[in-house]
């Protein structure tokens, strides 16, 4: 919704060797030993329109045949697609364990033009029915199964909500009524209220999350769901909720219901919150007690697929925070501290630029340092590009092998924009504003293309050592040497820990490597990289390999 130019910076090129086309074989040694640690994730970020069609007969829905500017229209991507995906292993040899998909929930059933040529609601952004699934991205029995084989590979799901708007309006889409939304005042971001109480774009309208007076469904809504033979079990529904909550029936509170049906019939594990900054914080606050009490829930009536004892995860997009603002985000007339009220952990639009602008002991170090200090017991998600952000870390896709070790090897958690680890085009010939962003995925590259395949075999080695690994994300980071440039990570929670080196820029063939900071003689340890083992000797261990990445861990 957004027009972004973009910015590039001269950076210096850190060279990485990676050969072979082929991908890195699983190493499942000892992984179903090691805890899942939300604060070390490994987060794929997908458009579920853009990532695999999996499901041709979905791809027309609501007589959306309208011809829509380039990459603007639904394209056939949908949940099938990231099922199959998942039961082919390609997350796991990438070392995913958390998908990320945009909402798919039922979009409005036209398109608009904001100025970018005509759109559909491919993205997921522009709600009609939040207790729906669009038709084009598949069905509850598509999204069960998705959770399912996901599960059964370790891989935890989050869902994208959005509370602070409804899709825009058009001559088949009615706006929601003005006790619902507000329409016609567009913020102008210089203020709280003036980023709250207000549209994002035009024809946007905003819930009015402020409210708390009693509100009555739409009419279009209940005349659609009667036509669908589900009336009657909604409103029950509904009821229900209301009368366990006691919570009056303003419009922020039908949508937390509508969107935590979802953990309660699914069992995913975390939420996304879409435009977060755009509402009072006391909104989410509400949306992280019920998507907890939704999860407690589900957990009870199915308590053989329990995965783990990690409590319901949520991630926050608020526009424009960085970690270096420790808690609070700054709207110059208020702050506002979002970790304490709602959200574990908040999306870092920082951290390209901090990857642009130091080596890594300057990133891997603040971020260690600040995450173990001013933001110890939450996280931050770091990318390096992303669906709505203009100014990626590497727009031409020709610094992938140091987009990979900067973001991979980073303390904090991970997000890999679908097609980052593929070099996926994100400068589109024919595109307006953030459509150039969201293209398909190149799976014909990584069929066919070696320079992909060099590139795809370095991010997944980096991604199942950090999946394999929780020090790496969640970890201390500690420098052991300059020259060559040798660190730590370690991590304790409980009865577990876990303690890597990792060895950067080292010189092609033979490297040796001081270890007796973690590893005494005779400790037997793997190259996760080259996958050769050693023995600490003189509290050293030498590696002779093609690499210049060396990547340790005990065996």
Known sequence: MK??????????????????????????????????VWEGANIYFLLTDRFYNGNTANDLNFNR??????????????????????????????????????PIVEQIHDGVDEGTGLSYGFHGYWAR????????????????????????????????????????????????PQEWVRTGVVCDYKSFENTTMCTLVDNLPDIKTESTQNVELPPFLIE??????????????????????????????????????????????GYRADTVKHTDEDVWADFKKECEYAFETWKKHHP??????????TIAEVYGYGISGGQDYDFGDRKVNYFQNGFNSMINFEFKWNAAQNDYEGLFSKYSNDLNNNLKGYSVLN?????????????????????????????????????????RSLVVEGTQGDATLRSNMNWDDIQNNSEVQKTLLHWQKLGQFRRNHPAVGAGIHTKISDQPYVFSRTFSKETFSDNVIIGLDLPKGQKELSVNSLFQDGTKLRDFYSNQEVE??????????????VLLEVI
């Open 3 to 36: 027009k972004y130019t973009f910015l590039f910076l001269p950076l210096v090129f850190l060279i990485m060797s990676c050969s072979g086309s082929k991908s890195v074989s699983m190493n499942k040694d000892n992984t179903s030993k090691i805890p899942f």
């Open 65 to 102: 045949t309208k011809t829509p500017g380039k990459l603007r229209g639904f394209e056939g991507g949908d949940i099938i697609g990231i099922t199959k995906k998942i039961e082919s292993g390609y997350f796991e040899k990438l070392g995913i364990n958390a998908i990320w998909l945009t």
């Open 129 to 176: 029915d939040w207790s729906a699934l669009d038709p084009n991205f598949g069905t509850k029995e598509d999204l069960a199964n998705l959770v399912k084989k996901a599960h059964e590979k370790g891989i935890r799901i989050l869902l994208d909500g959005v509370i602070n708007h409804t899709g825009p309006v058009t001559e088949e889409d009615p706006v929601w």
């Open 224 to 269: 659609k769901w009667k036509k669908e033979g589900r009336y009657d079990k909604e409103i029950t529904s509904l009821d229900e909720f209301f009368k366990r909550t006691g919570y009056p029936r303003s419009p922020k509170y039908y949508i937390i219901k509508w969107l935590t049906d979802y953990i309660v019939e699914f069992g995913i594990d």
């Open 304 to 313: 053989m697929q329990v995965l783990d004892q990690n409590p319901f995860y």
């Open 383 to 423: 990318y390096m590009s992303s669906h709505d952000d203009g100014q990626p870390f590497d727009a031409y896709r020709v610094k992938g092998i140091e987009a990979g070790t900067k973001l991979l090897l980073s303390p904090g958690m991970s997000q890999v924009y679908y097609g980052d680890e593929s070099n």
């Open 536 to 549: 600490v000797v003189n509290s050293k261990v030498i590696i002779d390999s093609d690499f210049d990445v």
